[in-house]
């Protein structure tokens, strides 16, 4: 069962900051926010993952807020090849079963 | 370059027979994982293997078997006792199961049984 909750879809003008919002009431203290994205007809891609504090790659940034409940991802400058679902994932309590759900379409247009 | 090979891309078989897909991977991880997707959905996990020789159920592993008895190798049979084979299958593997370390993915295998 996905533990967490995404918008189905989301738009997003090129060259502009793409902000992804994730819920995820039920998260445990020790459990990781992971985002990944998947290309059509490819295998998904790791972006970033964090516990509780931001994090930053060259990809992507995470903010978590301070109770853990949500995060949003920030693609600081969406180009079209943004274009993806991007999926948040909380990480089961054990081992490194991750559990997808639908996640957000994001449609990055010119 | 290292990274995760499925092949075939696309493979095609009758119905009641059993077919493997091949997944390998030269990153020296010891986890790997299979995932089905179908359209519109997310992917579930029908495998999982922390350590050569080992390996786990997930969520939905019936009409499915596996086999690890290489490190880099990872093979998945989906047998002619799974009702809906038709799916895009993933295969992942990260470095160790216990740690986080992210998963990477091949570029699936498009499986249509008819």
């Known amino acids: 069962d996905a533990k967490t909750t995404q918008p189905t879809s989301m738009d997003c003008a090129e060259g502009r900051a793409a902000n992804l919002p994730c819920n995820h009431s039920t998260i445990s203290g020790n459990e990781y926010v992971y985002w990944y994205r998947q290309i059509h007809s490819q295998g998904p891609q790791y972006i970033i993952h964090?516990?509780?504090n931001n994090e930053t790659n060259e990809m992507a940034s995470l903010i978590i807020t301070e109770d853990r409940k949500s995060s949003t991802l920030i693609l600081p400058h969406a180009t079209l090849r943004d274009t993806a679902v991007y999926y948040c994932?909380?990480?089961?309590?054990?081992?490194?079963?991750?559990?997808f759900g639908a996640g957000t379409i994001l449609r990055v247009k010119s | 370059d290292g990274g995760i090979t499925q092949s075939p891309k696309y493979l095609f078989r009758k119905e009641g027979q059993n077919v493997t897909l091949s997944c390998e991977q030269n990153l020296n991880h010891d986890a790997m994982y299979w995932y089905r997707q179908d359209p519109g959905q997310g992917l579930r996990l029908i495998y999982y293997s922390q350590i050569v020789n080992d390996f786990q159920k997930g969520d939905i592993a019936e009409g499915y078997s596996v086999s690890r008895e290489k490190k880099e190798s990872f093979p998945l049979t989906v047998t002619s006792a799974q009702k809906n084979p038709t799916a895009f299958y993933l295969c992942?593997?990260?470095?160790?199961?216990?740690?986080?370390?992210?998963?990477?993915f091949g570029n699936g295998t498009r499986l249509t049984v008819t």
């Open positions: 992942a593997s990260s470095m160790e199961w216990e740690l986080n370390s992210p998963l990477h």
């Open positions: 994932i909380v990480r089961a309590e054990y081992g490194n079963k991750l559990v």
């Open positions: 964090g516990l509780k």
